[in-house]
């Protein structure tokens, strides 16, 4: 729509209401809308769990019960646990490559170290030479 903010005239039956602005037409909103929304809402609240929780079907095949919704959940469980074993294994090898990147920063520190002195001594022998 167009956003005009004009007001609205007395509705006429017999007239179909339009936007001054853009020609749009104009509607009544539907009565006690955000009651019926929030009674749908509560009513999808108090479906979901059961849904989610009770087995959608129950095949017994030959005396042995099985239920989808259960081989849902052991599937996820199969999962989160193959997942958790992959996040191990990233952890150690992230504390494995910052231990590494420890030692070469103390490397790097300790080279740069002499340099400097390095770079000192022969200042000094400079120094000493020119006297």
């Known amino acids: 729509m167009c956003g005009g903010r004009g007001g609205r005239p007395p509705q006429v039956d ?29 009513a999808a609240v108090l479906c979901y769990v059961p849904a989610n929780l009770l087995p959608i079907m129950t095949v017994v095949n030959l005396g042995a019960q099985q239920s989808d919704t259960e081989n ?18 990233l952890t150690a090898e992230d ?14 520190d300790a080279q740069r170290a002499e340099l400097e002195e390095g770079e000192g001594a022969a200042a000094e022998a400079e120094t000493l030479r020119g006297k």
């Open 95 to 108: 504390e494995e490559i910052r231990e590494e990147l420890a030692a070469l920063s103390a490397n790097v």
């Open 14 to 42: 017999a007239v179909e209401l339009r936007c001054p602005r853009c020609l749009a037409h104009l509607h009544d909103r539907k009565r006690n809308s955000l009651i019926r929304t929030s009674a749908l809402l509560a």
């Open 72 to 89: 849902a959940r052991d599937e996820v469980r199969e999962r989160r646990t193959q997942l958790d074993t992959q996040v191990d294994a």
